[in-house]
């Protein structure tokens, strides 16, 4: 009984490791998880953006385009990583699916911090209302709905009490708290 057990055990991790019968990792995702892998590392996240771009599948270019701009952003090359972010934007306008409007808001994130390192609070602030409008889009039982709703409403702050309008600054992140807490707990 016990030999069976091992045997019938053995040959599902056969089948499970087999390509054919278990999953396996596209190459796409794999040079996408190099790219987070090695956040640090530019050559790398440059390789790989451009790998992902002769992708067949329309996410993953995007991902290699929006992977792009985020290389020539930490260069400080803003100029190139607007180029792309540009073109992600005109060409990603009516896009409805979630990969693309995810990649439409990570451009738009992209513009905000650009615009922000430069010191251009009020465009940076207009980003956000972009991304907001966005947000509107996905799904609302979805976990990065959620998340994105948060993290605009920190930048907001934060822009804010950059100009010194640090009334306006806790007021905003006062109205998100009585919005997602009714009963006005946070905890």
């Known amino acids: ?17 087999t390509p ?3 999953q396996e990792i596209s190459k796409d995702r794999l040079f996408l998880k190099k790219i987070f892998a090695n956040q640090g590392d530019l050559d790398s996240i440059f390789y ?4 992902l771009e002769k992708s067949k599948d329309s996410c993953f270019i995007y991902e290699g385009l929006i992977h792009k701009s985020k290389y020539y952003y930490k260069k400080g090359e803003y100029r190139k990583s607007e180029k792309k972010i540009i073109k992600i934007l005109k060409e990603l306008k009516e896009k409805k699916s979630f990969c693309l409007i995810k990649i439409r808001i990570e451009a ?4 905000f911090w650009i615009k922000k390192n430069q010191n251009l609070f009020k465009e940076a602030f207009d ?3 972009k991304i907001e409008n966005e947000i509107k889009n996905l799904p609302k039982t979805n976990n990065y709905h959620q ?4 993290t605009v409403t ?8 950059l100009i010194g309008n640090h009334k306006e600054s806790r007021d905003i992140l006062k109205k998100h708290v009585y919005q997602d807490s009714p009963n006005h707990q946070i905890f």
């Open 108 to 111: 738009l994130n992209r513009f």
């Open 127 to 129: 980003y956000l209302i």
């Open 147 to 150: 998340t994105l709703k948060i």
């Open 154 to 161: 920190i930048n907001k702050s934060l822009i804010k009490s």
């Open 48 to 51: 790989f953006s451009n790998k």
């Open 1 to 17: 009984m016990l030999h069976t057990i091992r045997a019938l055990s053995l040959l599902l991790l056969i089948i499970i490791n």
């Open 20 to 22: 054919g019968f278990g």
